[in-house]
């Protein structure tokens, strides 16, 4: 199954053309007018459509994940590329605003100031394994950079080497062809290649999706670089669920299914996986999850090396002295049966720093607990997460909720996203996700990497003080010719040409 071996890498010299063309391309590509970005990342997704039934068997090969997932996977691709495209034709993530001088202001006399955001430069993006579209060559870091006006080196991942080529071909032909210069969107290969992008001084942010030592050595050569950057990088999360004693007991059977569901989707490949669950003891989960969860057959992960990965993790579980294995899963070739451990509560506290810790694949743990005292207590061991569940009812939110106020307060200091009464394991494109976390679910726990507030990672402001009007940036003269939402001396943001 292995789909991970050497990479044929990008040389130097290559490297440095890529660098040098996208430097060359930043300043034209930031100040292209909104509607001609907007129409570039509209021909990438359309070229990326037109070729699915070429991709889709490229990735399938590569990937080892079903056809349905694959093209549904795609459509997610090409729809976050138009509604950046739609965001920036809005043009509110300028955030322009106006300041007029006023000779009376205190504490002394304030000149004309004009405020917008900029794009940063050139990015640097490392695609996933898990999402060979989505959050891969053209997935939402790329797309939401190219929104930006940064242009985009995005260093391939090893596991769908032949659909990264092919993907950034058609992505590349299609901005350039849209009117982007040249250099705007390139594609390196290899992890040195990856690495000197990152060290290089062209390059302004960078952006990541993967596991906690991968990214967490690409932010500490960012931040080493003698002019450090800002660098992204979604890593490791457990992704809790809490269910609370009334949950369990009127709606038993929906969590467990939809919890068994969760966790093994995608053969546990997801980054939203809930890895663990809490539940109250007594209550019936153990058996009933097990019985579930042995019916469930093998199936193939990633690659080899997710597979080895998978393996230490459930080794490091089942092998816990304050763990039992409830389902032992079974597999050979790269494929595996879900695994199913669990321990307590008391236990999971005493040995947080051995059981707190993602293990990436078709496997879970289940934590009883005996009082709902412990749920909140519990929360505050964990790291940062990307979500945070509570699985509870009507009565668990009424007048009567402080347990669960208790709980949720602690979620939300831990977590990007807090979820009542779903799961995690699905995350909407759209203008309120939040897709990140505190460490080490992510490097900057600010920004998200879904959503189009994703684009600010890649811009920066910058104040023009007392400039004639025909100096400025379009979006901040007098006319507005752009026609971008601005605020006026503090008033709300209005189109006000």
């Given at each position: 199954m292995s789909n991970t071996g050497p990479e044929t890498a990008t040389e130097p010299d290559r490297l440095e053309e890529i660098l040098?063309?996208?430097?060359?391309?930043a300043r034209a590509f930031g100040r292209m007018r909104p509607h001609a970005r907007a129409a570039a990342l509209r021909a990438a997704a359309d070229g990326l459509d037109a070729a699915g039934d070429e991709l889709v068997p490229i990735a399938r090969r590569e990937s080892h994940l079903p056809e349905p997932r694959l093209r549904g996977?795609?459509?997610?691709?090409?729809?976050q590329l138009r509604l950046f495209a739609d965001t920036v034709e809005d043009g509110?993530?300028?955030?322009?605003?106006?300041?007029?001088?006023?000779?009376?202001?205190?504490?002394?006399?304030?000149?004309?100031?004009?405020?917008?955001?900029?794009?940063?430069?050139?990015?640097?993006?490392?695609?996933?394994?898990?999402?060979?579209?989505?959050?891969?060559?053209?997935?939402?870091?790329?797309?939401?950079?190219?929104?930006?006006?940064?242009?985009?080196?995005?260093?391939?991942?090893?596991?769908?080497?032949?659909?990264?080529?092919?993907?950034?071909?058609?992505?590349?032909?299609?901005v350039t062809g849209a009117g982007?210069?040249?250099?705007?969107?390139?594609?390196?290969?290899?992890?040195?290649?990856?690495?000197?992008?990152?060290?290089?001084?062209?390059?302004?942010?960078?952006?990541?999706?993967g596991s906690l030592a991968g990214g967490r050595a690409l932010a500490d050569i960012a931040a080493a670089r003698p002019e450090p950057i800002p660098f992204y990088a979604e890593m490791e999360s457990l992704n809790p669920v809490f269910v609370t004693a009334d949950a369990a007991r009127r709606r038993r059977d929906d969590v467990i299914d939809g919890y068994v569901g969760s966790f093994t989707l995608g053969v546990g490949q997801f980054c939203t996986k809930p890895g663990i669950l809490f539940a109250p003891a007594g209550a019936g989960f153990e058996e009933a999850v097990a019985e579930r969860v042995r019916g469930l057959a093998a199936a193939p992960l990633l690659n080899d090396r997710v597979a080895e990965g998978f393996d230490r993790g459930v080794e490091r579980l089942s092998g816990h002295p304050a763990v039992h294995t409830a389902v032992a899963g079974t597999g050979a070739a790269g494929e595996r049966s879900p695994s199913l451990f669990t321990t307590t509560a008391d236990d999971l506290l005493r040995h947080g720093e051995d059981l707190l810790t993602e293990c990436f694949g078709p496997a879970s743990l289940l934590v009883a607990y005996d009082g709902e005292h412990q749920l909140a207590e519990a929360a505050r061991a964990l790291k940062g997460q990307l979500t945070a569940t509570v699985q509870g009812t009507d009565a668990d939110a009424g007048a009567d909720a402080g347990?669960?106020?208790?709980?949720?307060?602690?979620?939300?200091?831990?977590?990007?996203?807090?979820?009542?009464?779903?799961?995690?394991?699905?995350?909407?494109?759209?203008?309120?996700?939040?897709?990140?976390?505190?460490?080490?679910?992510?490097?900057?726990?600010?920004?998200?990497?879904?959503?189009?507030a994703a684009i600010d990672r890649f811009?920066?402001?910058?104040?023009?003080q007392s400039l004639p009007d025909a100096l400025l940036p379009e979006a901040l003269q007098d006319a507005n010719p752009l026609g971008v939402p601005r605020s006026r001396d503090g008033a709300p943001a209005v189109r006000d040409a």
């Amino acid at each position: 199954m292995s789909n991970t071996g050497p990479e044929t890498a990008t040389e130097p010299d290559r490297l440095e053309e890529i660098l040098a063309a996208a430097q060359g391309a930043a300043r034209a590509f930031g100040r292209m007018r909104p509607h001609a970005r907007a129409a570039a990342l509209r021909a990438a997704a359309d070229g990326l459509d037109a070729a699915g039934d070429e991709l889709v068997p490229i990735a399938r090969r590569e990937s080892h994940l079903p056809e349905p997932r694959l093209r549904g996977e795609l459509a997610r691709t090409t729809f976050q590329l138009r509604l950046f495209a739609d965001t920036v034709e809005d043009g509110g993530f300028l955030r322009a605003a106006i300041d007029t001088p006023d000779a009376e202001w205190p504490p002394g006399p304030r000149p004309d100031l004009r405020r917008m955001m900029a794009a940063l430069g050139p990015v640097a993006v490392f695609g996933a394994g898990n999402f060979p579209f989505a959050f891969s060559v053209a997935g939402g870091d790329t797309a939401s950079a190219l929104a930006a006006g940064c242009p985009v080196v995005v260093k391939a991942h090893p596991g769908h080497p032949e659909l990264s080529e092919r993907t950034a071909g058609i992505v590349a032909a299609a901005v350039t062809g849209a009117g982007a210069p040249e250099g705007a969107f390139a594609l390196v290969r290899g992890e040195q290649a990856g690495r000197a992008a990152v060290q290089d001084p062209r390059i302004t942010a960078g952006a990541f999706t993967g596991s906690l030592a991968g990214g967490r050595a690409l932010a500490d050569i960012a931040a080493a670089r003698p002019e450090p950057i800002p660098f992204y990088a979604e890593m490791e999360s457990l992704n809790p669920v809490f269910v609370t004693a009334d949950a369990a007991r009127r709606r038993r059977d929906d969590v467990i299914d939809g919890y068994v569901g969760s966790f093994t989707l995608g053969v546990g490949q997801f980054c939203t996986k809930p890895g663990i669950l809490f539940a109250p003891a007594g209550a019936g989960f153990e058996e009933a999850v097990a019985e579930r969860v042995r019916g469930l057959a093998a199936a193939p992960l990633l690659n080899d090396r997710v597979a080895e990965g998978f393996d230490r993790g459930v080794e490091r579980l089942s092998g816990h002295p304050a763990v039992h294995t409830a389902v032992a899963g079974t597999g050979a070739a790269g494929e595996r049966s879900p695994s199913l451990f669990t321990t307590t509560a008391d236990d999971l506290l005493r040995h947080g720093e051995d059981l707190l810790t993602e293990c990436f694949g078709p496997a879970s743990l289940l934590v009883a607990y005996d009082g709902e005292h412990q749920l909140a207590e519990a929360a505050r061991a964990l790291k940062g997460q990307l979500t945070a569940t509570v699985q509870g009812t009507d009565a668990d939110a009424g007048a009567d909720a402080g347990p669960v106020r208790e709980l949720l307060d602690e979620l939300a200091d831990r977590a990007g996203r807090v979820l009542w009464n779903g799961w995690p394991t699905g995350v909407a494109v759209s203008h309120a996700m939040q897709h990140g976390g505190p460490y080490p679910a992510t490097s900057a726990p600010l920004h998200t990497s879904v959503g189009t507030a994703a684009i600010d990672r890649f811009l920066r402001p910058v104040t023009y003080q007392s400039l004639p009007d025909a100096l400025l940036p379009e979006a901040l003269q007098d006319a507005n010719p752009l026609g971008v939402p601005r605020s006026r001396d503090g008033a709300p943001a209005v189109r006000d040409a």
